[in-house]
T-cell receptor, first 113, second 115 residues
Framework: AQSVTQPDIHITVSEGASLELRCNYS??????LFWYVQSPGQGLQLLLK??????LVQGIKGFEAEFKRSQSSFNLRKPSVHWSDAAEYFCAVGPTGGFKTIFGAGTRLFVKA | DAGVIQSPRHEVTEMGQEVTLRCKPI?????LFWYRQTMMRGLELLIY????????DSGMPEDRFSAKMPNASFSTLKIQPSEPRDSAVYFC?????????????FGEGSWLTVV
């Protein structure tokens, strides 16, 4: 069955520190992979996506993610976190040729001064 | 370009009342989705449409919920009668086949409170 797992319900990092949010997926073929961010009281905004090609993808707001097929992972990273990055982050997988995108449970990021 | 537009942004209603949430997808998008987000269940797909036709409504919780898409630029999600457990954020989202590979664009959400 297709699924997305975000192992960390919440993470706290200090401002200026690096960040890595984990995402593992289960899917039978090459998936489309996404990271979305949701700020309090807002909708979900696309950070970045992977379809094919270079396994390291760059997104908005200084985020990047790396697709590792052997580990079925698509972890999100940022070298230096800003207080404004505090939000909830969702990993998602979309089947090729279909439109039932599956979202993970989300990881809430707290940033401390 | 205008994004997905939802109304109302906030609604407080009494149990038993009918609630209608509205959505205007991004122009040119042929897929429309309704999601519900709660603390307990996270983000759930309720139903999605392709070219105004409902494709999968397996996520609709019960018969009190219904969704329609009378044309390419408008959709409604109706709850009748509403119950306190329906309190949640309801997101409408749209996507375009053949472009950006399944990228879904979300509206700002409709925050529903049923008292």
């Amino acid at each position: 069955a297709q699924s997305v797992t975000q192992p960390d319900i919440h993470i706290t990092v200090s401002e200026g520190a690096s960040l890595e949010l984990r995402c593992n997926y289960s899917y039978g073929a090459t998936p489309y992979l996404f990271w979305y961010v949701q700020s309090p009281g807002q909708g979900l905004q696309l950070l970045l996506k992977y379809f094919s090609g270079d396994t390291l993808v760059q997104g908005i707001k200084g985020f990047e993610a790396e697709f590792k097929r052997s580990q079925s992972s698509f972890n999100l990273r940022k070298p230096s976190v800003h207080w404004s990055d505090a939000a909830e982050y969702f990993c998602a997988v979309g089947p090729t040729g279909g439109f039932k995108t599956i979202f993970g449970a989300g990881t809430r990021l707290f940033v401390k001064a | 370009d205008a994004g997905v537009i939802q109304s109302p942004r906030h609604e407080v209603t009494e149990m038993g009342q009918e609630v209608t949430l509205r959505c205007k997808p991004i122009s040119g998008h042929d897929y429309l989705f309704w999601y519900r987000q709660t603390m307990m269940r996270g983000l759930e797909l309720l139903i999605y449409f392709n070219n105004n036709v409902p494709i999968d409504d397996s996520g609709m919780p019960e018969d009190r919920f219904s969704a329609k898409m009378p044309n390419a630029s408008f959709s409604t999600l109706k709850i009748q009668p509403s119950e306190p457990r329906d309190s949640a954020v309801y997101f409408c989202a749209s996507s375009a086949s053949g472009m950006s590979g399944n990228t879904i664009y979300f509206g700002e959400g409709s925050w529903l409170t049923v008292v």
